[in-house]
């Protein structure tokens, strides 16, 4: 799995809006505007500071992918997002070495449409897969 980079640090939060002011405080910027993601049902946001890239992912519904998380975990990074030059080998090579898919690959609107995974592993926790 050479071909793995880290993309972003997916940052869960109840409100987005007010993270955002408070990331900005911390000197992170905006990379790209608020997206709402109707597959997801989550708004996100892509922030950057020092070459580190967050993503803010906000349920926007109760029955959000994220909502469970939410009232599990409150506001606290939950995924670590891998971007990948050979997604279908990748994706085989992690659910081979115990990654279990939570989800199908599927557009994401906050990503341009490129197509994404979540996997679980029980001692790495969730990571994405992006194509």
Known sequence: ?????????GYLVKKIEKA???????????EQETT???????????????GYRIELVSPVSEDSVVSGLMKKYKNCPY??????????????????NGFIAIDTPTSAP??????VVFLNSATAGIIELLK
């Open 1 to 9: 799995m050479s071909t793995l980079t880290v993309h972003h640090i």
């Open 20 to 30: 955002i002011q408070t990331f900005q405080s911390l000197g992170y910027e905006i």
């Open 36 to 50: 709402y993601d109707d597959i997801r049902k989550v708004n996100i946001c892509f922030l950057i500071k020092d």
């Open 79 to 96: 995924h670590i997002c891998y971007e990948t030059a050979d997604f279908d080998t990748d994706y085989a090579s992690l659910t081979a």
């Open 110 to 115: 906050a990503m341009k449409g490129r197509e």
